[in-house]
């Protein structure tokens, strides 16, 4: 096992994130710390990267296999209820420790902002697959804190929306010189809810959605409302079917209530994770070997599960991936509870196994020039999905 005399450096970067818990698109001071550490550890780094002030991209050395850590930022409006000060520790952490153990290929690290799909980043990842940051990239290994011990990922398909409702104001007691923008989106809120009741269960539609705005008092009718909305599925094809028939639906309500109906997608669409099982039976047998058993979503289908952009990745580089057992099974991802979790000493601890297994296992995949040109075809297949 990989000597872990400095991880203390390591927990104080989570520790430090955990206490930034800086929004998406926002992260100056998170994606500061973390390249500042890669820097000092002799990385060569370059900030801003690809046109995202909080994102970053470090590397060391040359050669192949050149492999890339994921390191997410951002929290949520509760903190970081989703634990990426973990996965930004683990990213810079395992980097330093692969590099510290003797790996001859490059190591990369990029910083990924607002996987929480918040701002003018959301979804970077998507961004980052757009600008051919990973197109130099031989494999990529992602984590994420979770309830349960898990190798692979399953994300469904996944976009977040937002419907701009325009009416016409007036007096309640003068109700039809107005267009209520707040009826239009409430027609909007039900339909939505009926077509995904409509959708057959094996597709696993789902749709979150709040009102953001619905007027400003009672006895005015509503000159604008705003609908936020979260549609995913876990069969990309009738996800497609389904966003479609929402945007029509959505303008044909419009047009019957006499409302403007704007409608723009505040992230990019998150793809179905497609899994490289031969990255993940490495990280499985080495997380077998310290006699913890993750479940093996590689070889699930269908699971709904949070989506995220990572899966965008996904389909361009081969990716493995990592979800570390932080919580019980009854406390949910985004809680109170589960950012308490993040946060706690217990979580370091586990963190520590996770990297030392990370870097053992891309070590061993350096190592076997089989499973290296295994990885380097099935870099070549996902080529021809994109």
Known sequence: MIKDSSFEEIFEISRKVFSFAEIGSEEFRTSKLLSSFLRKKGFVTKIPYKGMKTSFRAEYGKGKPSVCFLAEEDALPNGHSCGHNLIAAWAVGTAVKLKDSGYKGKIIVIGTPSEEGIGNYAGSKDKLVKEKAFDNVDFVIGFHPYSQWNVGCQSPSDVDMKMTFIGKSSHLEESDMGRNALDALVTVYNTIRNIVAASPKYKHVLAGMFIKEGGQAANI????????????????????????????????????????????????????????????????????????????????????????????????????????????????????????????????????KTINVTVKSCMQIYDDKTLLNKIYAFKKKLKTLS
């Open 221 to 352: 009718v509503p000159e604008k409302s705003i609908l936020e909305i979260d549609l995913r599925s876990t069969n990309e094809k009738y996800f497609k079917q389904v966003y479609n028939k929402i945007i029509r639906a959505a303008h044909s309500i419009g047009r019957a209530y006499g409302v403007k109906v704007k409608i723009e997608d505040t992230t990019p669409i998150y793809e179905q994770y497609i899994n490289s099982v031969d990255i993940d039976e490495v990280l499985f047998k080495n997380f077998k070997e310290l006699r913890i058993v993750p479940e093996k979503l590689y070889s699930l289908k269908n699971l709904q599960i949070g989506a995220t952009d990572e899966a965008n990745v996904s389909r361009v580089v081969p990716t493995g991936h990592i979800d570390m057992k932080i919580t019980q099974k009854n406390v949910p991802g985004h809680s109170d509870e589960f950012r308490d979790a993040s946060g706690s000493k217990e979580a370091l601890e586990v963190l520590k």
